[in-house]
């Protein structure tokens, strides 16, 4: 249940609605858990989860301070709790010996379940759903079911897939870390097919090339020695068509009816470039409303003529690349210190490149990098492979 809400606090559109339910039930839930099953702790995560904190601390008070802009200190204050709610939980997880991977490959697959209810159903649910237009724009059914953007698929037209999340390109993101649990960890062959298959309905061009890298980099060997004529030439055939899925995808973002949102999301890009450009030690502070005001007053000189008018961009939209954007708000060495903690996660122990990657590139148009679920990561950094490994019978319990 924790781990779900985890997730559903990193692009859920029942989070976004009913955060403030939500968010509380997972701190009454984790208290819960420490009250009623917990019999101590190891005394060696504690020193863990003390050193963390206070290393967590000391870089983002050294951000608030050394950036040039004022950033409302609250802000700062709510994401260093946050982060400490999620390294509390990780640290029950390790006290108690929890499998992590197993409990995030039950909640990937009944993530990609309710996709396939949500894909297959979409024109039944449609006739239901309500428009919802406040935080977000969705088309809903209980904020369960939900359905925004359209594709032309030849004579088709169909939703995409964005099951539980406020947009496609979020439900990839777990759905591509549902494919390398089933390919690198749990080899179920099942959840790798239907993973890629629901990746797919999300028509999400990010989701096609961090599906096609994690094919070539498990199957590589397998194309060309595998012993199964029939399992190369699936594969062979599977990877053409995704790469035509991607660009006809891309096509239609760049001159079709999707236009508006890929200059949008170019904007993104070259504007946080700029800013990293001006500011590459410091960054302009964490603080999204920040880079709201500011934006308009650091726009770059080689903007390209968009469709859309750079002006509408602004207004109140934050910036949707996460990826870079981390590099604008902290500056190039705390931004790399977070990707060197982010490379070096032990929540999955396997192939930690390919995880890297689908993170890396996931939230290159998304803004969920400093998500409880992505904060996961970073914070296991801080505890050492053995704990992740059920090697710490012999440590000692404080009670």
Not at 72 to 89: G, M, P, Q
Request: glycine share 6%; proline share 3%; aromatic share 18%.
């Amino acid at each position: 249940m924790l781990v779900f809400l985890l997730v559903l606090s990193s692009g859920g559109i029942l989070h976004i609605v009913f955060g403030a339910i939500l968010s509380p039930l997972f701190y009454l839930l984790l208290c819960v858990l420490y009250v009623k099953y917990n019999h101590g702790f190891h005394r060696d995560l504690l020193i863990r989860l003390g050193i963390s904190q206070l290393i967590v601390g000391a870089f983002m008070a050294l951000n608030w301070i050394i950036v040039p802009f004022y950033n409302d200190l609250w802000f700062y204050v709510k994401l260093y709790l946050r982060i400490t709610s999620v390294n509390i939980f990780l640290m029950y997880l390790l006290n108690e010996k929890e499998d992590i991977q197993r409990h995030l490959f039950g909640v990937m697959k009944f993530i990609s379940w309710h996709a396939v209810i949500n894909f297959v159903l979409a024109p039944l649910f449609i006739l239901i759903a309500y428009r919802y237009e406040n935080e977000i724009n969705v088309n809903t059914l209980l904020f369960i079911f939900n359905y925004e953007s359209l594709i032309t698929f030849g004579p088709l037209e169909l939703f995409r897939n964005q099951s539980f999340f406020w947009e496609p390109g979020i439900l990839q993101i777990y759905l591509n870390i549902l494919f390398y649990l089933s390919v690198f960890v749990f080899d179920s062959k099942f959840y790798r097919w239907l993973s890629a298959l629901l990746i797919i309905s999300t028509f999400s061009t990010t989701g096609f090339i961090i599906l096609v890298l994690q094919i070539l980099f498990f199957y590589w060997k397998y194309l060309f020695h595998g012993k199964s004529v029939w399992g190369r030439l699936v594969l062979l055939l599977l990877i053409p068509v995704i790469f035509i899925l991607a660009y006809e995808n891309v096509m239609l973002k760049t001159k079709g009816d999707g236009v508006a949102s890929f200059d949008m999301r170019t904007y993104d890009l070259l504007n946080a470039v700029n800013l990293i450009r001006i500011f590459p030690m410091t960054g302009i502070g964490m603080d999204m409303n920040v880079y709201k005001e500011i934006q308009s007053a650091y726009l770059s000189s080689d903007l390209p003529d968009f469709t859309v008018n750079v002006f509408d961009m602004i207004g109140e939209r934050g910036n949707t690349n996460s990826t870079i954007m981390l590099f604008a708000s902290t500056g190039l060495i705390l931004g790399g210190i977070y990707y060197v903690t982010l490379l070096k996660q032990h929540v999955f122990t396997k192939k930690k490149v390919v995880v890297f990657l689908i993170i890396l590139l996931g939230n290159m148009s998304e803004p969920l990098l400093l998500g409880n679920f992505f904060l996961l990561f970073v914070c296991s950094t801080f505890y050492g492979p053995k704990f992740f490994e059920n090697k710490n019978e012999s440590l000692v319990y404080y009670q």
